[in-house]
Structure formats: structure tokens, C-alpha cells
């Protein structure tokens, strides 16, 4: 089988644009896909500012900057996926859209030994696959944010997976982009949101509940427990409606009070405070 080389990314948001560069980093072609032109522009924004972090930081040369800006291409047409080795979908964490999107990935995509990729947390990939003619070539692959820093990405097969598939995106992974890569089962919230929201989810119950600020929770966790970040700030940095997109998938799946959202929660993201992206949440970033 070759190696994968062409990439598309649908989504470029905050984990949609850092996938984008990782792959960019590491090479390979990649096409970005997003809904509005200004949802292209600001993923863009989003990657020329990490790389030049990245720069500042002297992990990468000045001159990598345009040649890995150079390997992106950003499009509204989703058209530009017929050719692509590796498609990762990256979109707001909701069932219905992520279901359509797979649908029409499956119509664009001709390269019949294409893996199609889903970087959702917590909904199930089998779903996903069952919404193309091709589920044995749907799978997982979970980055965390910031994805450019860590190095982790969780590999979840459905039932209907198959273990090449599987073991041509670790490939991928570990050997081209140089993650880590862990497996699990086709579970809501797989290992890690399965363990991480729930500690978040009780954070905001016990802000909610005044039982201390925002800022004495966070510092417990960050010098009491050496966390790199509390858990509002990680909330904040993760986004809100993403935390709460996931409770819903997770308390859907297992019906258990620790994965419900708090009201409070709810009440921030219908008020449209949905973190750092949004320039509130439970602190203000304007
Ligand atoms: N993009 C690119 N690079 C970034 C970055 C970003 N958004 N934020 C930080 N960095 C880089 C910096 O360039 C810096 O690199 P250097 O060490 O080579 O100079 C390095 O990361 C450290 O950054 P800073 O010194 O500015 O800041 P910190 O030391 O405070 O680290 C952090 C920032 C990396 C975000 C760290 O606080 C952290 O790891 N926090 C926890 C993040 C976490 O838990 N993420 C998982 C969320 S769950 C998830 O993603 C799953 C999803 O499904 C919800």
C-alpha cells in the first residue's frame, strides 16, 4: 500500500486548522475544507500564528514557515477530496452534521484505498461509518488540542474497521507525524474525555455551587496536583460548547448523573460564552 501522502482536512477550527498543520509540518499536501471563505481565513490566521510560535520558539527554521504554509491549500469546495489518501473530519461535534459530511465525503473521494478519518471524542465511529458505502475504511483518530504540543492520538476501530486500516493510520500517526498512539474501543469519549470531562464537569458543578472562585480552583489543581492548566481554564481553552457536546454524547451513551452537564454550563453556551474563541468564558480573554 503507499504511503499516505495527499490530505484533507474538513473543519479548521481549533483542532481542524492544528491537524492541518501538523501534516503540513510533517510534508505532506494538504487540502482544508470549511463551510464560508471566512471560516477558511481565520483557520489560516490560525496555523500562521502557530507557526510563527513555532519559529519564535526555534522549533522550526523562519523559512519553514511559508514552505509549510506553502503545502496547505484552503477551499470551500469539498470537490478537491476526490484524490486524498487521508481525510480527517474535524467539524463541531455534532451527530447529524458529522453523519452528512461522511455521507458526501464518500461521494468526492474516488482513491478507493482512501482512510477516512474522524477526530470526533465522543460520538460513535461506527455512526459514522454506517453513513458510507465504505465503514471498514472509517476510523478514529483523535488529536488534542493544542494539537502542534501534545503528543498524543487515541485510534478507535467500529466493529466494522478493518485492522489494515487501523494499523495504516498508526502508521501514520506515530511514524509520519510522530504522535503516540493508543487504541480503544468505539466508546463515547474513548479513554481520555472519558476520564478528562467528568473532572471538568465537576469543577464547574463546584464553581456553580460557589464553593471558591475560578481562580482558587484552577490554582489547586495547577499547584497542588502540577496540571499544566485548572480545569476552567482548560474548559476555556477546549470551548465550552465543545465540553457540553460531549457530556451530551457520553450521558446519552451511559446514562450516568456524572456525565450530565451542569446547568450552568448550559446557560454559558446558550449565552454564547463559549471560552477563549468566543473571548469569555469563565474568564474574559478581550
Ligand atoms: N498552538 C501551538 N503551540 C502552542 C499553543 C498553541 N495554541 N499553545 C502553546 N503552544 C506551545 C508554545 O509555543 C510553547 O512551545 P515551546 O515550549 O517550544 O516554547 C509550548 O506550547 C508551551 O507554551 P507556553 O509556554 O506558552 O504555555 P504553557 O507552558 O502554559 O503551555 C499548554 C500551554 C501547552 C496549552 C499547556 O498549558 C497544556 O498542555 N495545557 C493542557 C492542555 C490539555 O490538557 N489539552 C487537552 C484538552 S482535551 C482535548 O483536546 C480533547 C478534545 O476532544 C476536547
Partial sequence: MPKIQRIGVVGA?????????????????????????SAL????AKIEKSLQRAAKAGKIAD???????????????????????????????QEQAKTELFGRIDEVVTNESAILASNTSSIPIMKL??????????????????????????????????????????EHVTGTLGKTAIHCQDRAGFIVNALLVPYLLSAIRMYEAGF??????????????AHPMG???????????????????????YKEPTYAAPPLLMRMVDAG??????????????
Fill in 129 to 170: 461509518g454506517m453513513a458510507t458505502q465504505r465503514p471498514e475504511h472509517v476510523v478514529g483518530v483523535h488529536f488534542f488540542n493544542p494539537v502542534p504540543v501534545l503528543p498524543l492520538v487515541e485510534l478507535v476501530a467500529s466493529v466494522r474497521t478493518s485492522d489494515d486500516v487501523v494499523a495504516r493510520a498508526e
Fill in 212 to 225: 471558591a472562585s475560578a481562580e482558587d480552583i484552577d490554582e489547586g489543581m495547577e499547584k497542588g496536583t
Fill in 231 to 253: 480545569p476552567l481554564r482548560l474548559s476555556d481553552m477546549v470551548g465550552l460548547d465543545t465540553i457540553k457536546a460531549i457530556a451530551d454524547s457520553m450521558y446519552d451513551e
Fill in 273 to 286: 460564552l463559549h471560552g477563549k474563541k468566543s473571548g469569555r468564558g469563565f474568564y474574559d480573554y478581550s
Fill in 13 to 37: 477550527g481549533l483542532m481542524g486548522s492544528g491537524i492541518a498543520e501538523v501534516h503540513a509540518r510533517a510534508g505532506l499536501d494538504v487540502v482544508v475544507n470549511e463551510v464560508s471563505q
Fill in 63 to 93: 523559512a519553514d514557515v511559508d514552505a509549510t504554509l506553502g503545502r496547505l491549500t484552503f477551499t470551500t469546495d469539498i470537490e478537491a477530496f476526490a484524490d486524498r489518501d487521508f481525510v480527517v473530519e474535524a467539524i463541531l461535534e
Fill in 41 to 44: 481565513d481565520a483557520g489560516k
